[in-house]
DNA sequence: GCTCAATCTTGACGATGGAAAGAGGCAGAA
DNA sequence: TTCTGCCTCTTTCCATCGTCAAGATTGAGC
């Protein structure tokens, strides 16, 4: 078969390639829309050449995920280290970046939150999970350092799941179908005021 | 072929029957291990007889989901009926009736609530989702009738995400990996009255 | 009892994930 | 340098999937 230099029969990043592919067709085409083989051909090799790279589907779509959690945090120490106005500004700070990751990467999001991935059972998968959850805790910790450990594990839950879950309901339509992008990042951030006003008045 | 009594040619009840073994199949395979064929072939049927009641798969799981809806919206009006307290009780009980049929439906309620659903739009789904969403609206409504239009949204926005945000964590195993299911409940239940103490005190 | 439309079966098509076997190319040993 | 072995990729094949088309079966209404 007739092969250029661009194409060589060997094409050595291949599973980084895949990675990049898959990614951009998970955004494109949603969970149910991804195939092994698309993402072959947008690479530019053959279907089965993934095969070498990646054990299954799966082995992909965990690897997907487990950067998405590296990525999730990055953006969460980011904006926490911008925000201002001390512990609880760093909390709210943390919410902005996850809100902003999620509404950036919405498929691959609802990936690192679905109960397939949960089926995976990779250890980069869980590794780069827990860490999230550690650096949400932490913040927690800092806005209540004195708190009991019970008030503590509530605001913990508290805080995660209403930011979770606003975004998640967002991003799957269930909030502000006909609201501007802008009144929806004014609710965002309200919805983060609220929460951080109840974690501090928590603390005592 | 040869064909009992109990299989004759023209099921019958073949839509309610899909509808049946499908949610199992949801339940047991998860979202993307379900498929069409496994359906009919739990029915009884071949795999071509579906296509005369439901245009496509994705027509079969908007089925699913808007009925899941509907079994929702039964789930939290009983829990708040049987609730005592009040609004804020009835609140609560809300929440409790939603994470229960969560709980119990998991990979149905992901299904709900996941993009694929969202592209799907079923006049059917989209309106038994909205009523979902105006039960909840209600119950805000009751606990804090006189707050302002901009605060009850608020309140609604951070109710339904803890709930919700909550739910889904523990579902999709990011809360409580090695907790016992009565502490899950107790930590379910800790939020929820949190929750609502938020509410109150929204209310002036 | 006949007709006909609704319902179901059979068979086919293109696409998918995965396995098996072979071809190509690079790196180290001779 | 030439050869050898291994990693990478291609080709081919299989079972399964969703969907379509065509034929078989049945019950309801005339």
């Known amino acids: ?60 779509l965990s690897e997907l995920a487990a950067r998405g959690f590296d990525e999730l945090a990055v953006a969460m120490t980011t904006e926490a280290n911008r925000a201002e106005g001390g512990a609880a500004g760093g909390l709210i700070g943390q919410g902005v970046g996850y809100m902003a990751f999620a509404a950036g990467n919405p498929a691959l999001f609802q990936l690192m939150f679905s109960r397939e991935a949960n089926r995976l059972e990779s250890a980069a998968l869980t ?44 991003l799957d339509g269930q909030i502000g179908g006909k609201d501007s992008s802008r009144a929806l990042k004014a609710r965002g951030l309200s919805l983060l005021s609220a929460m951080a006003e109840t974690v501090v008045r928590a603390g005592g």
Do not use: N
């Not at 592919?21 to 955004?27: F, H, I, P, Q």
């Not at 949603?30 to 095969?51: D, K, N, Q």
């Not at 805790?137 to 019970?150: D, T």
């Open 127 to 170: 590794t780069t999970a827990e860490k999230v959850r550690a650096l949400h805790a932490a913040a927690i910790e800092g806005v209540i350092p004195h708190a009991s450990g019970e008030i503590k594990q509530r605001m913990t839950d508290f805080a995660g799941a209403s930011v979770h879950g606003f975004i998640s309901l967002l």
């Open 1 to 60: 078969m007739e092969r250029s230099k661009a194409q060589p029969y060997h094409h050595g990043q291949l599973r980084e390639a895949l990675v990049t592919s898959g990614r951009a067709l998970l955004e494109e085409k949603g969970i149910r829309g991804f195939t092994l083989r698309e993402c072959a051909r947008r690479a530019g090799v053959s279907h089965a050449a993934p095969a070498y790279h990646f054990a299954s589907i799966d082995d992909l």
